[in-house]
């Protein structure tokens, strides 16, 4: 049963720390998506990925937050300094292309709080 | 712009009901429409997607949705609704540059 998983599930964090989120995305899967959800706010798209390169990041903010991916199955969210404002839900996606017209596979989402 | 509209953020019916959830868009074309669900706790699965194809579209659990190019709607149905249905429903739409926009979720209550 392919999912993608994410890591932490959770994170407790200080104001001002480098906080670092991992996605593993569904193997074969060329598409990554970043993805913050808080009630204020709802579901944000924050970057996404095609074959490794970034295609879209226009939703992060880019002084503190950078994603990367170092391979094929592997995809990171950084934020540093991070504050409390970040805390929120950040969902990993995954999917095919012709993305985004076919399916996205979500993970089971990090919840981040920033104290 | 294009964008996506929710009409409600909050709906309950009881156990055994029909369930509408509403979703216009705002397009000059017709856009590729998805609904996806969001148990809690959960990440979001997509429930059924709509591509240009057949106007009426079943997706997973019992549910389906119309495309209505004159009303501008893609409003999400099930005829008679489960107490595992409690969850929040997102309407997402796909504009030309592929920009992905979700609305800002519905959620779906259900009474024992």
């Known amino acids: 049963d392919a999912r993608v998983t994410q890591t932490p599930r959770d994170k407790v964090t200080e104001m001002g720390q480098e906080v670092t989120m991992r996605c593993q995305p569904i193997l074969g899967h060329n598409t990554v998506f970043w993805y913050r959800q808080t009630m204020m706010q709802g579901l944000e798209l924050l970057a996404y990925f095609r074959n490794r390169a970034p295609l879209d990041d226009s939703g992060m903010p880019k002084d503190r937050f950078s994603a990367e991916m170092p391979d094929a199955t592997l995809a990171t969210l950084k934020i540093q300094p991070s504050e409390p404002r970040d805390s929120a839900v950040y969902f990993c996606a995954s999917g095919m292309t012709p993305i985004p017209y076919n399916e996205q596979f979500f993970g089971p989402g990090t919840r981040l709080t920033v104290l | 712009a294009q964008s996506v509209t929710q009409l409600d953020s909050h709906v309950s019916v009881s156990e055994g009901t029909p369930v509408l959830l509403r979703c216009n868009y705002s397009s000059s074309y017709s856009p590729s429409l998805f609904w996806y669900v969001q148990h809690p706790n959960k990440g979001l699965q997509l429930l059924l997607k709509y591509t240009s194809a057949a106007t009426l579209v079943k997706g997973i659990n019992g549910f389906e949705a119309e495309f209505k190019k004159s009303e501008t709607s893609f409003h999400l149905t099930k005829p008679s609704a489960h107490m595992s249905d409690a969850a929040e429903y997102f309407c997402?739409?796909?504009?030309?540059?592929?920009?992905?926009?979700f609305g800002k979720g519905t959620r779906l209550h259900i009474l024992p």
């Open positions: 997402v739409v796909i504009r030309r540059d592929d920009k992905i926009i």
